[in-house]
């Protein structure tokens, strides 16, 4: 199993990126996707998560400014941020669970002036 992350990056405050995840080896559809945030010094953190049948659920401080979908033709897992803040900093990782978790190698974020 791969989780291939992308589009991470340094924005300005107030900015937007949108993350993606590419996976391979498992039955795409059937996992529960996720995408977690690990900021220096701290511990990760759960951010946003879509469900094999689409429910979403959110981290409180990134509702309204992020939205996480998924493409399962092509294995693919996103997170729109908008309206960026410098607390959004961090290592964004792609999460996969359903009968096992995996991870990805994750992706900075910089939000910054």
């Known amino acids: 199993v791969q989780l291939v992350e992308s589009g991470g990056g340094l924005v300005q405050p107030g900015g937007s990126l949108r993350l993606s995840c590419a996976a391979s080896?498992?039955?795409?559809?059937?996992?529960?996707m996720g995408w977690y945030r690990q900021a220096p010094g701290k511990q990760r953190d759960f951010v946003a998560r879509?469900?094999?049948?689409?429910?979403?659920n959110y981290l409180d401080s990134v509702k309204g400014r992020f939205t996480i979908s998924r493409d399962n033709a092509k294995n693919t897992v996103y997170l729109q941020m908008n309206s960026l803040k410098p607390e959004d900093t961090g290592v964004y990782y792609c999460?996969?669970?359903?009968?096992?978790?995996?991870w990805g190698q994750g992706t900075q974020v910089t939000v910054s002036s």
């Open positions: 080896g498992l039955t795409f559809s059937s996992f529960h």
């Open positions: 879509i469900h094999s049948d689409a429910r979403t």
């Open positions: 999460n996969a669970l359903y009968t096992a978790t995996y």
